[in-house]
């Protein structure tokens, strides 16, 4: 006897979308933008209020120590590879 199918809430067979829909699908699917769902905290653009998009003169300034120095270390670390390169490079002579 053989395997009762399993029927869904509707009454009807659960069943997968054909392949070649699903690839369709897929590939449709970053063709069109995706539309923008306003929510709640986007007062910023209904009033025209663009101070929360500036930071503070004392953030500001602590983001751009912080990235000097990030590009001093990565210049030391630069500088350190260089030499260990020139090194091995001269001991293979």
């Known amino acids: ?22 690839i369709q699908e897929d590939s449709n699917r970053g063709k069109y933008a995706k539309t923008r769902i ?25 983001i751009f120590a912080m990235s000097r120095e990030q590009q001093l270390e990565v210049e030391a670390e630069e500088q350190l590879e260089s030499r260990r390169q020139k090194k091995t490079h001269q001991e293979r002579r």
């Open 1 to 22: 006897m053989p395997k009762e199918k399993k029927l869904n809430i509707r009454g009807q067979t659960t069943r997968h979308a054909p392949l070649g829909q699903v």
């Open 38 to 62: 306003r929510t709640i905290g986007d007062k910023s653009e209904k009033n025209g209020n663009d101070e929360d998009d500036f930071l503070d003169e004392k953030i500001s300034s602590k």
